[in-house]
T-cell receptor
Framework: QKEVEQNSGPLSVPEGAIASLNCTYSDRGSQSFFWYRQYSGKSPELIMFIYSNGDKEDGRFTAQLNKASQYVSLLIRDSQPSDSATYLC??????????FGTGTRLTIIP | KAGVTQTPRYLIKTRGQQVTLSCSPISGHRSVSWYQQTPGQGLQFLFEYFSETQRNKGNFPGRFSGRQFSNSRSEMNVSTLELGDSALYLC??????????????FGEGSRLTVL
């Protein structure tokens, strides 16, 4: 099993709907979790991080972490065309390198 | 506050040559990581430096090397370039190794083309 896995998509969501992005990871001790957004031709930018089980909300974005099931998800409410991008899930296992998934390409359809 | 600065932004080399890429982190950030990004492989980790010490290393051949200076600036070098080294090389800085070590701030990257 790969350390961090994401569905590559593309995922198409109508404008105004909720976009749900999922990520699974291998269980290796303590972890912290991050979501990055990368627009085409641009560098990744951090949009959310979550360290504890449960939900974390920031504006239209909610990160959900379930350590028992080894998944972390990102929900985008009221999706906008400007949310169209590739979303990268990343996990930091202890003091090791930050490991990225391959990303999910999201397209918001007006 | 200035972001992460990478130079050069674009460069073209031929096989067998070597290249050095530079990265200046955000002021106050002591950790610098390097990633290679290609359409097929995604973001692949190269190495991570903290206070001039290499803390983590990815699975790249010895042709890839790096270093960090006392002012936290970092360089990476690729020797004996191969066609497969064509990629976007991204540098990212962070305040520390953990737990905020995953909160990376990326530069705009250096796009290397090997002919």
């Amino acid at each position: 099993q790969k350390e961090v896995e994401q569905n590559s998509g593309p995922l198409s969501v109508p404008e105004g709907a909720i976009a749900s992005l999922n990520c699974t990871y291998s269980d290796r001790g303590s972890q912290s979790f991050f979501w990055y957004r990368q627009y085409s031709g641009k560098s990744p930018e951090l949009i959310m991080f979550i360290y504890s089980n449960g939900d974390k909300e920031d504006g239209r974005f909610t990160a959900q972490l379930n350590k028992a099931s080894q998944y972390v998800s990102l929900l985008i409410r009221d999706s906008q065309p400007s949310d169209s991008a590739t979303y990268l899930c990343a996990v930091k296992f202890g003091n090791e390198k930050l490991t990225f998934g391959t990303g999910t390409r999201l397209t918001i359809i007006p | 506050k200035a972001g992460v600065t990478q130079t050069p932004r674009y460069l073209i080399k031929t096989r067998g040559q070597q290249v050095t890429l530079s990265c200046s982190p955000i002021s106050g950030h002591r950790s610098v990581s390097w990633y290679q990004q290609t359409p097929g492989q995604g973001l692949q980790f190269l190495f991570e430096y903290f206070s001039e010490t290499q803390r983590n290393k990815g699975n790249f051949p010895g042709r890839f090397s790096g270093r960090q200076f006392s002012n936290s600036r970092s360089e990476m070098n690729v020797s004996t370039l191969e066609l497969g080294d064509s990629a976007l090389y991204l540098c990212a800085s962070s305040l520390s190794l953990r737990p905020k070590g995953g909160e990376l701030f990326f530069g705009e990257g250096s796009r290397l083309t090997v002919l």
